[in-house]
């Protein structure tokens, strides 16, 4: 089982910035998906952007061009810069991994179809 530590959350007006962090304990399988979600009370938690094993990404529409999810595979750590933020941005924001035998076509965005989950880390966006 990996281990998933969210940090980089934190308080921040419309129109600014946050780098969130997820440091990995190990990704033993070549093939992996890692991902950031994000949910408020009352709804499903949803996908904001996943990356794939050899760094292909995928990020909802709602934060295309505004976020960039990315990673440093030395230090196992996956990263979410979050630019331009807006308040509806607001959100617990958690970060998944799930390991593979082949490589997917694409990094499913459903959150039950990930195995390993953080804790999470608060964001909130004020207008």
């Known amino acids: 089982q990996v281990q998933l530590v969210e940090s980089g959350g934190g308080s921040v007006q419309a129109g600014g910035s946050l780098r969130l962090s997820c440091a990995a304990s190990e990704l033993v399988s070549r093939f992996y998906c890692m991902g950031w979600f994000r949910e408020v009370p009352g709804k499903e938690r949803e996908k904001v952007a996943t990356?794939?094993?050899?760094?292909?990404?995928d990020y909802a529409d709602s934060v295309t061009e505004r976020f960039t999810i990315s990673e440093d595979k030395a230090t196992h750590t996956l990263f979410l810069q979050m630019d331009s933020l807006k308040p509806e941005d607001t959100a617990m924001y958690y970060c998944?991994?799930?390991?593979?035998?082949?490589?997917?076509?694409?990094?499913?965005?459903?959150?039950?179809?990930?195995?390993?989950w953080g804790r999470g880390t608060q964001v909130t966006v004020s207008s």
């Open positions: 990356l794939r094993s050899d760094g292909k990404t």
């Open positions: 998944a991994a799930v390991s593979y035998s082949v490589m997917l076509r694409i990094c499913p965005g459903v959150a039950g179809l990930y195995s390993d």
